[in-house]
């Protein structure tokens, strides 16, 4: 069996004359749309995988549990990930955060997320 012939032609998205891959795509455009695929499938299970997460916050439990560059607590569920703080607050307070509510620690042991360490802000300024 030798090598599959391909046909030399315009790529029908950048116009350069090369071998067409697949659907009359040059081998650099048939590969960006294919990411660009990916990509997409991607952003919509996460999508999928917060809005149940924010309906489950409550009684799911984490897959793991790692830490980010910072030294904060990070949790994962199936394709999602949040802070521990974050979530230990989404769970005493019983309702998801809004984007502008920021979780801090009182002592500044980004470990230490016992509830009772944790304060809720409306932004992350704080005045010294």
């Not at 949790?75 to 979780?103: A, D």
């Amino acid at each position: 069996m030798g090598k599959a012939i391909r046909k030399i032609g315009k790529c029908s998205e950048c116009g350069t004359i090369t071998e067409h891959h697949a659907r009359g795509l040059c081998v650099n455009c048939y590969n960006r749309q294919l990411r660009q695929r990916h990509r997409e499938v991607c952003r919509q299970l996460r999508i999928r995988d917060k809005a149940y997460f924010l309906e489950n916050f409550k009684t799911i439990k984490p897959n793991s549990a790692t830490s980010d560059k910072n030294g904060y607590k990070v949790v994962v569920f199936k394709n999602f990930s949040t802070y521990e703080h974050r979530w230990i607050m989404m769970k005493e307070m019983g309702r998801p955060l809004f984007g502008w509510e920021t979780v801090h620690h009182i002592n500044g042991n980004k470990l230490d997320n016992r509830p009772k360490n944790l304060t809720l802000f409306l932004t992350n300024f704080i005045d010294a």
